[in-house]
């Protein structure tokens, strides 16, 4: 449920009601995880509305704290901060027990949990630390738009140094994993200029032509499908225009702006808006994906949060953990198949 003073225990219910026919059939079976306080005054503060989610069949409450708090909503504290922590560490605990098959994160403010001690840039590098693996990678997908990338938070004068050959690489190969499971066979991906104009020539930047172009080219003698480095200013209009099915971009406003604008829906009269989409995590040893806004303290506790968000990141979990299941297997009867042949050709 992430921050317990955000909107995470209000999302999480509602995206809970969102999913009831599903749960109703014995479809899937959703833990909240994270403060069971808040999950109350959420329940209270929206006059019972959203008192029929801990209800469902399939729902359960996990509270991660010793003693329950009262968190006072919109407001930072290191203790929220804390449980922002737990609730993660506990997911991770229940997927390696085999009693989830992914996790989905509300947000967490990160000012509080460094308040609590915990100094991680977000979710993606705690669940990196708490699953003991490489940093893991950032990409945003909503529909037909999928952004990985090679950097995330790191100040913009660290990129140039952070664009390697083996970083590159790396991301690249997850992006294809995560398109293969999301049920794209063939993946197709451009990779993000660095430099304005890919550097051109060396005039603007040199890391198009040292680094980039030649890890691609040799991704491409590797079998992958890669095209770049392709400028920054025209690669998501190709990719929105259907001539790819990811791009890798190398900086965090570099896949974050084009991302945003493509995932607001703004009320022309209002001048409000809401943001879709969903933050997935690769390189870890298990389904992760996240709302891709923040814990809204201006409107925690209100009863005016908007749950699409949560409802896509579950239902893109869902479509991970079948894509990946699916993978797996298909690997296994190859392997079978080869191992067949191999045995057939010793006889």
Same mark, same amino acid.
């Given at each position: 449920?992430?921050?317990?003073?955000?909107?995470?225990?209000?999302?999480?219910?509602?995206?809970?009601?969102?999913?009831?026919?599903?749960? *109703?059939?014995?479809?899937?079976?959703?833990?909240? &995880?994270?403060?069971?306080?808040? &999950?109350?005054?959420?329940?209270?503060?929206? @006059?019972?509305?959203? +008192?029929?989610?801990?209800?469902?069949?399939? &729902?359960?409450?996990?509270?991660?704290?010793?003693?329950?708090?009262?968190? $006072?909503?919109?407001?930072?504290?290191?203790?929220?901060?804390?449980?922002?922590? +737990?609730?993660?560490?506990?997911?991770?605990?229940?997927?390696?027990?085999?009693?989830?098959?992914?996790?989905?994160?509300?947000?967490?403010?990160?000012? $509080?949990?460094?308040?609590?001690?915990?100094?991680?840039?977000? @979710?993606?590098?705690?669940?990196? @630390?708490?699953?003991?693996?490489?940093?893991?990678?950032?990409?945003?997908?909503?529909?037909?738009? +999928?952004?990985?990338?090679?950097?995330?938070?790191?100040?913009?004068?660290?990129?140039?140094?952070?664009?390697?050959?083996?970083?590159?690489?790396?991301?690249? +190969?997850?992006?294809?994993?995560?398109?293969?499971?999301?049920?794209?066979?063939?993946?197709?991906?451009?990779?993000?200029?660095?430099?304005?104009?890919?550097?051109?020539?060396?005039?603007?930047?040199?890391? %198009?032509?040292?680094?980039?172009?030649?890890?691609?080219?040799?991704?491409?003698?590797?079998?992958?499908?890669?095209?770049?480095?392709?400028?920054?200013?025209?690669?998501?209009?190709?990719?929105?225009?259907?001539?790819? %099915?990811?791009?890798?971009?190398? @900086?965090? %406003?570099?896949?974050?702006?084009?991302?945003?604008?493509?995932?607001?829906? *703004?009320?022309?009269?209002?001048?409000?808006?809401?943001?879709?989409?969903?933050?997935?995590?690769?390189?870890?040893?298990?389904?992760?994906?996240?709302?891709?806004?923040?814990?809204?303290?201006?409107?925690?506790?209100?009863?005016?949060?908007?749950?699409?968000?949560?409802?896509?990141?579950?239902?893109?979990?869902?479509?991970?953990?079948?894509?990946?299941?699916?993978?797996?297997?298909?690997?296994?009867?190859?392997?079978?198949?080869?191992?067949?042949?191999?045995?057939?050709?010793?006889?």
């Amino acid at each position: 449920m992430g921050d317990p003073a955000g909107i995470g225990p209000e999302i999480s219910l509602r995206a809970a009601l969102t999913f009831k026919e599903r749960l *109703i059939a014995g479809e899937l079976k959703l833990l909240l &995880v994270g403060s069971s306080a808040a &999950v109350s005054r959420s329940e209270e503060l929206n @006059y019972g509305a959203l +008192r029929g989610a801990i209800h469902l069949p399939g &729902v359960r409450i996990i509270g991660v704290e010793e003693e329950p708090h009262s968190h $006072a909503f919109g407001q930072l504290s290191a203790a929220a901060g804390e449980v922002a922590y +737990r609730a993660a560490e506990a997911c991770v605990g229940l997927v390696r027990s085999g009693a989830a098959d992914g996790i989905v994160t509300a947000p967490l403010n990160k000012e $509080a949990l460094f308040l609590a001690g915990r100094r991680f840039a977000g @979710y993606t590098d705690m669940l990196a @630390y708490l699953t003991g693996s490489q940093q893991a990678v950032m990409m945003l997908a909503h529909g037909p738009v +999928r952004i990985s990338h090679v950097t995330t938070h790191v100040a913009l004068s660290e990129v140039p140094k952070l664009v390697t050959p083996e970083r590159l690489e790396r991301v690249v +190969r997850l992006t294809a994993d995560a398109l293969r499971a999301f049920g794209i066979k063939h993946p197709r991906i451009a990779v993000a200029a660095l430099n304005p104009h890919a550097g051109e020539g060396g005039n603007f930047g040199i890391e %198009d032509d040292l680094v980039i172009r030649p890890t691609i080219d040799a991704l491409c003698t590797a079998g992958l499908d890669v095209d770049g480095p392709v400028p920054g200013d025209t690669v998501f209009v190709k990719h929105v225009g259907g001539q790819y %099915d990811a791009v890798v971009a190398m @900086y965090h %406003d570099q896949g974050h702006i084009p991302f945003k604008l493509l995932g607001f829906k *703004i009320d022309p009269a209002s001048g409000k808006w809401d943001l879709h989409g969903t933050n997935i995590s690769l390189g870890l040893p298990l389904v992760r994906t996240s709302v891709d806004h923040g814990t809204a303290f201006d409107i925690a506790g209100s009863g005016t949060a908007n749950a699409d968000s949560m409802v896509e990141a579950i239902e893109v979990a869902l479509k991970l953990i079948r894509g990946r299941e699916r993978v797996e297997d298909q690997s296994e009867a190859e392997k079978a198949k080869r191992e067949s042949k191999l045995k057939g050709e010793r006889q």
